[in-house]
Every structure is written in C-alpha cells, then in structure tokens.
C-alpha cells in the first residue's frame, strides 16, 4: 500500500533515466557553419547576409 499511496502523490514519470550529454559540436545544416555566417565562402548573397547579421549584431552598441 505504502508504493501505491507514493505513486498517487507523485505520479510516474516515463522520461529519461539519466542525463546524457547534448553534442553541441555536430551542425546539420550549412547555413550555421562560420564559413556561411560570415560570408566567406565565396556566395555573394552570403557575404550580403553576413553583412547584414553585423549591422544587425551592432545596432545596440
């Protein structure tokens, strides 16, 4: 009685069991990787945004 009376005022929970660590490291995508964010790839629309992140990054400086 005494485990079921535990289950009622806390619930089960089916989550993980342990914490795992996230690799940060691994990116998908191109558009995240540095060369693409600052332009230096060589794609004119790249360097455009790159550009624009900048103004964007010091608008508030």
Same mark, same amino acid.
């Given at each position: 009685?005494?485990? &079921?009376?535990?289950?009622?005022?806390?619930?089960?929970? &089916?989550? #993980?069991?342990?914490?795992?660590?996230? #690799?940060?490291?691994?990116?998908?995508?191109?558009?995240?990787?540095?060369?693409?964010?600052?332009?230096?790839?060589?794609?004119?629309?790249?360097?455009?945004?790159?550009?624009?992140?900048?103004?964007?990054?010091? #608008?508030?400086?």
């Amino acid at each position: 009685m005494d485990d &079921f009376q535990l289950i009622l005022e806390n619930g089960i929970n &089916f989550g #993980r069991g342990g914490d795992k660590p996230k #690799r940060e490291e691994k990116i998908k995508t191109k558009a995240k990787k540095k060369k693409y964010i600052t332009g230096a790839h060589g794609s004119g629309s790249a360097k455009q945004k790159a550009k624009y992140r900048e103004q964007r990054a010091n #608008r508030h400086k």
